[in-house]
């Protein structure tokens, strides 16, 4: 565009960030991207992908101890090396870094390894060297940073996620403070790969905004493979000794600890960001406030992904940017559909989950009608774990549709990415029971529930 160094300057390299500036350059905008940290931003780099690298790490200690039912014999002791994991994933995530990279030069997206502000509507600057440049559109994809609790005395001792996927050496043991997805995933994580765990949440219940019984079944499960939940208080104070943390809490309690690992919710990215000098109105956690389109109230500046706080994820912040190329620069105005979003917690056990839970639900006014079932799993069966697979249906008493679907057990996040299309496609019950069984598996339970649940008298 006349006047302009660039027709699209997107700041921050993540996943909305990277996706929006390939698509828009695709259309043949000038387009520039500016990244302080690392190409690829919290999903690849410290987020989902270095995360499940090591959950599939500490799942290896189960199956170890369930082969023995299966036949087999181990030829000693199993041992894990935490340097070789975290040296293991850093290479993937080298890797993984280098092709985002290389992707955005293929599609003549110009990269500028900086941090970048705004002076003001159309101007730039970047941090290293220090100088300015103007774009007609600017998109702001800075996404979310992590929380810690300034006022705690001694926080100065926690680490957050970003610093557990580089830890120099396990800790004996650990205490992960938080309750959301993050908090517990860590948890599961540090227990599997043999860490004493302990989860301090302040809230009643783990999870919140999953559906109960999720909530009930993911906490006896984590209780019984270990795991110390702790509910309804938090931490008064760390002190650092000789031998490690010591930790109060407020209820009076004292937990000695290897380490502390704070995961209590993340917050948008905009501080420091000039947002002001622009005129870009933010809401009340700091999150940039936009519209269906991701636009904010100063026209040419749009912001997508977690630094808008609608729904923190990977594939969320993916479509958004893809949406604002779409629309922008396509000329194909494009709305994202926030709703029917199928998410996993992976725990071990996991869970996966799409669509209304029975609460929402419920409390919408809506009558609906409930099918659950719980079993152990086939391969329990020999291998002697104790762990229950739950599986809900939410079902729409009028409709007939299923509004949600919810499971925990192995392989649940799997099994609800394709649930995720049936409800997408409005499918009722009476299509789920007209489909065939896959046996034996687990999922085939979803296509089997035939009776209504009916709550305890
Ligand atoms: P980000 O990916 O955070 O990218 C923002 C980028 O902007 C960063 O690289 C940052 O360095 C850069 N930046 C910020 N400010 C500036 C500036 N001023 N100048 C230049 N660069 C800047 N989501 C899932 O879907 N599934 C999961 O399993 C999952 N697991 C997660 C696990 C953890 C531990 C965490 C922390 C997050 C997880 N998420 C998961 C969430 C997911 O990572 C985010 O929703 C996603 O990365 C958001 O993308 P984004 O583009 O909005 O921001």
């Given at each position: 565009m006349a006047g302009f160094d660039f027709d699209l300057f997107v700041i921050g390299a993540g996943s909305g960030g990277v996706r929006a500036a390939r698509i828009a350059a695709s259309y043949g905008a000038k387009v520039a991207i500016a990244e302080?940290?690392?190409?690829?931003g919290t999903c690849v780099i410290r987020g989902c992908v270095p995360k499940k690298l090591l959950v599939y790490a500490s799942r290896f200690a189960d199956e170890f101890e369930e082969s023995a039912g299966y036949g087999w014999t181990l030829p000693g002791e199993p041992t894990f090396d935490w340097p070789t994991l975290i040296a293991n994933k850093d290479r993937e995530i080298a890797r993984l870094e280098g092709i985002y990279k290389a992707n955005l030069e293929r599609s003549g997206v110009t990269i500028f390894k900086t941090r970048a502000t705004l002076d003001d509507p159309h101007t730039i600057r970047l941090a290293s060297p220090d100088r300015t440049v103007t774009a007609a559109h600017i998109l702001i994809a800075s996404g979310g940073t992590v929380n810690l609790?300034?006022?705690?005395?001694?926080?100065?001792?926690a680490i957050t996620s970003n610093e557990a996927f580089h830890l120099s050496h396990l800790p004996k043991s650990i205490v992960v403070c938080g309750g959301g997805y993050i908090a517990v995933e860590f948890a599961s994580i540090f227990h599997g790969l043999g860490v004493e765990t302990t989860l301090l949440y302040r809230?009643?219940?783990?999870?919140?905004?999953?559906d109960e019984d999720m909530r009930d079944g993911l906490t006896k499960a984590l209780t019984r493979h270990g795991i110390k939940v702790i509910t309804g208080t938090v931490l008064s104070a760390i002190e650092k000794h000789p031998a490690g943390l010591h930790l109060t809490l407020k209820s009076g309690a004292v937990i000695n600890t290897g380490q502390v690992m704070f995961a209590i919710g993340r917050s948008p990215?905009?501080?420091?960001?000039?947002l002001d000098k622009a005129g870009v109105h933010i809401g009340t956690k700091g999150q940039i406030a936009v519209n269906a389109f991701s636009q904010t109230n100063v026209a040419h500046i749009h912001a997508v992904g977690d630094v808008t706080d609608r729904i923190n994820l990977t594939p969320i912040a993916i479509r958004e940017g893809h949406a604002f190329a779409d629309t922008v620069f396509g000329k194909k105005p494009t709305e994202v559909d926030h709703t029917t979003i199928p998410t996993a917690v992976f725990t071990t056990p996991e869970i996966g989950t799409v669509g209304l839970t029975e609460e929402v639900a419920r409390a919408s006014g809506m009558p609906i009608d409930i099918y659950k079932a719980a079993f152990r799993p086939m391969k329990s069966t020999l291998s002697g774990a104790q762990d229950r697979m739950i599986m809900k249906l939410v079902v729409d008493q009028m409709s007939r549709k299923v509004l949600g679907v919810h499971v925990l057990g192995p392989d649940a996040g799997e099994i609800i990415q394709m649930a995720a299309i049936a409800l997408k496609l409005g499918a009722t019950k009476a299509d789920f029971d007209a489909t065939v069984a896959l046996h034996?598996?687990?999922?085939?339970e979803l296509v089997t529930m035939r009776e209504k649940w009916t709550p305890p008298a």
């Open positions: 302080e940290y690392r190409i690829g609790d300034p006022a705690l005395p001694g926080i100065e001792h809230g009643e219940k783990i999870l919140r905004g999953f990215n905009t501080a420091g960001l000039g034996p598996s687990a999922a085939e």
